[in-house]
């Protein structure tokens, strides 16, 4: 069973900037995306970040220019590099491995952002 743990979330001022990494417990095979999602207290887990196995990148228009997704080259670490974090940034930030089976999730970590 894959595990997905992310690290590098906690407290930053607005402006600020932080870099989330998901770590796969080893390698996932038919693997087509590595994202991060986010969910904001009382709303619904949301798209943020997206990079395919052929290296193409898309980002929701909240994030756009902010933020930047990127992999190691065997595909088992992926990162979420956050510039110019805002408030209504501040949420648990999941990553996700989506394959041609299902789709694995890590345990989240907490972004606030924070004056």
């Known amino acids: 069973q894959v595990q997905l743990v992310e690290s590098g979330g906690g407290l930053v001022q607005p402006g600020g900037s932080l870099r989330l990494s998901c770590a796969a417990s080893?390698?996932?095979?038919?693997?087509?995306?590595m994202g991060w999602y986010r969910q904001a207290p009382g709303k619904m887990r949301e798209f943020i970040a997206r990079?395919?196995?052929?290296?193409?990148?898309n980002y929701a228009d909240s994030v756009k220019g902010r933020f930047t997704i990127s992999r190691d080259s065997a595909e088992r670490t992926w990162y979420l590099q956050m510039n110019s974090l805002k408030p209504e940034d501040t949420a648990v930030y999941y990553c996700?491995?989506?394959?041609?089976?299902?789709?694995?999730w890590g345990q989240g970590t907490q972004v606030t952002v924070s004056s």
């Open positions: 996700n491995a989506a394959t041609t089976r299902k789709d694995y």
């Open positions: 080893r390698t996932i095979f038919s693997i087509n995306a």
């Open positions: 990079i395919t196995n052929d290296g193409s990148t």
